[in-house]
């Protein structure tokens, strides 16, 4: 008897070990698909937020693009190109004043960049040129060297180069044929940057986060996030919009680092409950936080048909006095919608829960949006909505 015990004591230790084994397992298994979950709903700190003073500049010029097959401005109806060319032309020692200027292979155009942060000078940036005139197209065209000023007047880059269009036109004198917009232009790297925007970083004593989206919880959650991380309260949520972070003695002098860092923190942003509707397309965005107390929903609708049908009226052969008239028929349909279906959603549905509930009435977006501005006037939409 005492091998079957030795074997039996040995088989259930062994059945032991399995189901701990097992249990373990689970557990990985559940704490594993627990941090994917939670992960999935948080984001970098530095895709929701600015750093205060590191922002792009805009710039903006006039000039001229040249090489146009015919396709210019008209000097006649633009006098500004006709007085732009004159000038340009004088300046490179040509005097044509007074000369009747006919030429289609110019245009007048405003041409804008962006300039970001922290760029060198002798550093390239791409530039935008949009026709002023009456040009058709800039297709083929060359702008000619053109100063970019920022808002205090300075000049902040030089473009020049060959415009890149991604549409065109043709046509004749019966038909003409416009795909995208051929007036507008861009010019890779066409500008050259010449004077730098001065500011830096590493003399600060502290750094300013600004939300993108501003929300009081989501900024106490980046302060929250900075203090765990640092292991001091180096962080203070100041209000919505914003998150001051000071500078402490490790990062001294290198406030480029502590941004590093912090940037790459996750965080879970909150959000409002909020519905975008945009009138003019139909178009609808619902946020996943909507939600709405118990309410009935029916949908009708009144649709009237006119249809007009002239009829000729014609007198009868050989009539003197009769004249042919044209007798106007309309014909009038009337359609009650008396098809109305109503849905009943509960209380604290969710989007799905919502989506799904219009989709029973059968309703349209031009529909959807009447309905959603009815349900909050009745107060069950626990939402703001926002009309573009």
Partial sequence: ????????????????????????????????????????????????????????????????????????????????????????????????????????????????ATLPPFTNQGARIDINVSAMGDASSLQGGTLLVTPLKGADGEVYAIGQGTIT????????????????????????????????????????????????????????RIARAINGFMGQDISLAENSASVKVNLTREYNGTLVDLITDIEQLPVQPDQLARIVIDENSGVIVIGANVRINNV???????TIKVTETPQVSQPSPFSETGETVVVPRTELEVNRGDDVRLAELDTGVSLQDLVTGLNKLGVGPRDIITILHAIKAAGALQAEITTM
């Fill in 1 to 112: 008897m005492k091998p079957l015990e030795n074997n039996l004591e040995r088989l259930i230790k062994e059945a032991g070990y399995l189901v701990v084994l097992y249990i373990v397992l689970i557990g990985s298994f559940f704490v594993f698909g627990f941090s994917v979950r939670a992960e999935a709903k948080t984001t970098r700190i530095k895709d929701i937020v600015d750093i205060e003073g590191v922002r792009d500049n805009m710039l903006i010029g006039y000039g001229l693009v040249v090489g146009l097959n015919g396709t210019g401005d008209s000097l006649n109806n633009s006098p500004f190109t006709q007085q732009s060319l004159i000038a340009m032309l004088e300046r490179l020692g040509v005097n044509i004043r007074g000369e009747n200027l006919n030429t289609g292979n110019v245009a007048a155009v405003m041409v804008t």
């Fill in 165 to 220: 269009v991604g549409g065109f036109a043709a046509g004749g004198d019966a038909q003409t044929i416009t795909q995208n917009t051929p007036t507008t232009g861009r010019i890779a790297e066409g500008a050259i940057v010449e004077r730098e925007i001065l500011f830096d970083l590493n003399r600060q004593n502290n750094v300013r986060l600004v939300l993108r989206n501003p929300d009081f919880t989501t900024a106490r």
């Fill in 296 to 302: 009935a929903i029916a949908q009708g609708s009144l």
